[in-house]
């Protein structure tokens, strides 16, 4: 590594401590971070461009000399995808700026089969980070990452032969389990975000948490969506649907308000399976139903904290506010035991210019199937 190499990791190391101090408290960068975060961009740009000055001289010296080129070049940038200068050349080959000669084999070295370009793990795990804050229905199923089709058996209880007293000279007795055969494909769920050329103006940390964002926020809503309320085959199966078809009389109703009773009565339903349960509303619903609720003494059922206004819990059980969930419904569940959601593929993007709209299209996508296991882990509760 030279002496412009060395500055160039310098330079981009520092732009990360900026960026990692600043979100370990969960805010921007503040003015005078900005300031110096930009004269770093200045400062990195400006070794890009006499690294590939150098490295263009030192071509056109051995092509003169008839000199092969050397397996290393002996100032190409160095890292996977998760460097520094991988995630600067991501970012800007995202928003339709052309890479210098020093990011030209990043990119190539991180290129998907389809075309795209691997996101940086810092890059994805904000974008999952975000999807699980806002859908947290999404983490809290279990969760796998394997490529390709695949069946597993789940184990869903033990019929007969279980653990038991046994008498001197007795039989252990034969235990037969359960099992529900799940298999799992996979559907591509995609979301482009259009990058207007102005935006290329942007500094790296706002166009990072725009891009962010936007592909977050609507994969995050539609992968959910479709865990919740999906019914059509081929397709991510729902919840809700799989409770109708499996489990009716765990579908229960209230009248106009729901009541104490009708809480007991849908934690009862779910009594019977191992897990930990949790309660799934969305905020219309906790605001207009579940905060309205007394118990016998009139004191409210559901707590939310003054401070953060966040939702706490009752009877023990966690309630989470999930978008997915539709009006006027209460989904009680014990998410690991019930449903198993799997990225076959995870987070990839692929960048084109539209020149005639003066925009760069960012298309986002990951390849994701889940199912429901077992019904008695679910049960609803909606108006009649």
Do not use: C
């Amino acid at each position: 590594m030279n002496e412009w190499q060395r500055l160039l990791a310098a330079r981009i190391e520092e732009q990360e401590t900026l960026l990692n101090a600043a979100r370990l408290t969960g805010r921007n960068l503040d003015e005078t971070e900005t300031e110096r975060f930009n004269a770093l961009q200045t400062e990195i740009t400006q070794l890009h461009a006499a690294i590939n000055m150098h490295n263009q001289q030192q071509e056109n010296f051995r092509a003169m000399q008839g000199i092969p080129a050397p397996l290393d070049a002996p100032l190409a940038p160095t890292g996977g995808i998760d460097s520094p200068e991988y995630r600067n050349a991501f970012l800007n080959m995202a928003r339709g700026i052309a890479p210098t000669q020093a990011e030209i084999p990043l990119l190539q070295n991180a290129a998907h089969t389809d075309g795209g370009y691997f996101i940086p793990t810092t890059l994805a795990n904000q974008i999952l980070n975000l999807m699980a804050q806002n859908h947290p229905i999404l983490t809290d199923v279990q969760v796998m990452h394997v490529r390709g089709n695949f069946t597993i058996n789940v184990h869903t209880g033990i019929t007969s032969g279980d653990a038991a007293v046994v008498p001197d000279g007795g039989t252990v007795p034969t235990e037969e389990n359960s099992f529900v055969t799940v298999s799992l494909a996979g559907y591509t769920y995609a979301k482009r975000v259009d990058i207007p050329y102005a935006m290329r103006a942007m500094a790296i940390p706002a166009f990072e948490d725009y891009l962010v964002s936007e592909l977050a926020q609507r994969l995050g809503a539609v992968v959910a969506s479709d865990m919740v309320n999906q019914s059509d085959s081929g397709k991510i199966q729902g919840i809700l649907p799989f409770v109708t078809d499996e489990k009716p009389e765990n579908n229960l109703t209230y009248a106009t308000s729901i009541s104490y009773a009708d809480m007991t009565a849908l934690m009862a339903a779910i009594s019977g399976v191992v897990g930990t349960s949790v309660i799934y509303v969305n905020e219309k619903t906790y605001w207009m139903q579940l905060a309205n609720i007394v118990d016998g003494n009139k004191r409210p059922l559901f707590i939310t904290d003054p401070v953060t206004g966040a939702v706490n819990s009752t009877f023990g059980v966690p309630v989470k506010i999930e978008s997915a969930i539709p009006d006027g419904v209460v989904l009680a569940g014990k998410p690991r035991t019930g449903y198993i959601l799997n990225y076959n593929q995870d987070i990839t993007v692929v960048s084109g210019e539209n020149v005639t709209h003066l925009r760069t299209e960012v298309v986002g996508y990951l390849i994701a199937d889940g199912t429901p296991t077992v019904a008695d882990a679910w049960a609803t509760l909606k108006k009649a």
